[in-house]
């Protein structure tokens, strides 16, 4: 068994070069580009060319990836895999590696640097290639916050079975580039443990200097227990060892709760003006709506009603009346109730939140 002269790593967020001129090894483009200001996750591919001429297990590994400034090391990597013998095969191992602000900062003044790593074989053939990395302003996509809250605006909920719930990211990026990932949940501990399942997922074209909001798909509340909510970007790579995410917790209890309506526009996080058009999934034996905007208090959503308007169809706009009430209001929360002939309320959507109107 033998790795031939070719490895090739290939980078979704960014990518880089490698050359080994002992080996003759090579790869394209030659460069990584680092945001320089923000925390850069770049998901790399390393591309090992082995030959093999009868079936065998083979363990390919490396022991650490190495930054030349320092200051930085890369996790292990093992690939075990069984080769058909039938000669040349092409593995692939991904690495997922963190450049923090701090780090991207001391490559920006080095100008260039180098990440090396060297690949062994169980029969010891090894090879080393190294990425050329270099740091600048309008680089690949990276995160000065990337933070999680429920739709009220806590860090932890407790409700009832059946309730309306979800969760919203908080991200500030520089750079250009595909964001993408999913969300995340994990529970109730008590039927299903602790291991976490996809159930929503994004991707998203993100550029320049911004906020983004992103809010999650209804969380699951229909049965009691503890449960973990989270988002991993690029979920389908392997989890990567000194790479942690945010996560919340919520807790769901037996109780009589309303139904839960759901929100269909506009998006959390999004201006409020008199062209923002709201619309919502209609409610059985609803005859009337109601849109509520909410002041934001120190612990998530207060209760004080800043505004409320009454509708009879399934969507509304804000008039120029409300929208001056808003104003002054960095941020507002809304949400929709149904109610039947008799007043009585059908169903609630949770609180989504939106940019106030000055």
């Known amino acids: 068994m033998r790795l031939i002269k070719s490895l090739v790593l290939i980078a979704l967020l ?7 001129a002992a080996d003759m090894l090579s790869v394209s483009p030659a460069t990584i580009s680092i945001n320089d200001s923000g925390t850069t996750v770049l998901t790399l591919r390393w591309r090992v060319r082995v030959v093999e001429s009868a079936p065998t297990t ?108 979800t969760a919203r990211l908080n991200l500030t990026t520089n750079g250009k580039g595909i964001f993408a990932g999913a969300w995340e949940i994990s529970g109730p501990s008590s039927t299903q443990g602790p291991g976490f399942r996809p159930i929503a997922r994004v991707r998203q074209v993100l550029a320049g200097s911004r906020k983004t909001i992103l809010e999650s798909p209804q969380l699951q509340t229909d049965r009691p227990g503890i449960y973990k909510v989270r988002f991993m970007p690029n979920s389908g790579a392997p989890r990567t060892v000194g790479i942690t995410y945010p996560e919340l917790t919520y807790t769901v209890t037996v109780g009589r709760v309303t139904p839960s309506l759901d929100l269909l526009a506009p998006k959390a996080g999004s201006n409020l003006t008199t062209a923002t ?12 709506y109601r849109v509520e905007f909410l002041r934001a208090g120190a612990g998530g959503v207060g209760k004080d009603r800043i505004a409320a308007l009454d509708v009879r169809s399934t969507s509304a706009s804000i008039r120029s009346i409300t929208l001056r009430r808003l104003a002054g209001h960095r941020e507002v929360y809304w949400r929709i109730l149904a109610f039947d002939s008799r007043g009585a309320v059908l169903a609630v959507s949770p609180a989504r939140r939106a940019n106030g109107g000055g």
């Open 58 to 165: 083979v363990a390919i590994t490396s022991s650490s990836g190495t930054l030349a400034i320092g200051g930085l090391s890369g996790p292990p990597l093992t690939k075990l895999f069984r080769h058909p013998g039938t000669g040349p095969i092409f593995v692939t191992i991904i690495e997922r590696l963190r450049i923090d602000r701090t780090t991207a900062k001391r490559i920006s003044q080095a100008g260039t640097t180098t990440y090396t790593r060297s690949f062994t074989d169980n029969n010891g053939a090894s090879a080393t290639v190294f990425a050329t990395l270099q740091a600048t302003s309008g680089g690949a996509l990276s995160f000065r916050n990337f933070s999680l809250r429920f739709d009220d605006d806590s860090g932890y909920r407790a409700v009832a079975k059946g309730s309306a719930l």
């Open 277 to 288: 058009q709201f619309r919502w999934r209609g409610v059985t034996g609803a005859t009337s």
């Open 14 to 20: 960014a990518f880089g070069g490698v050359a080994n």
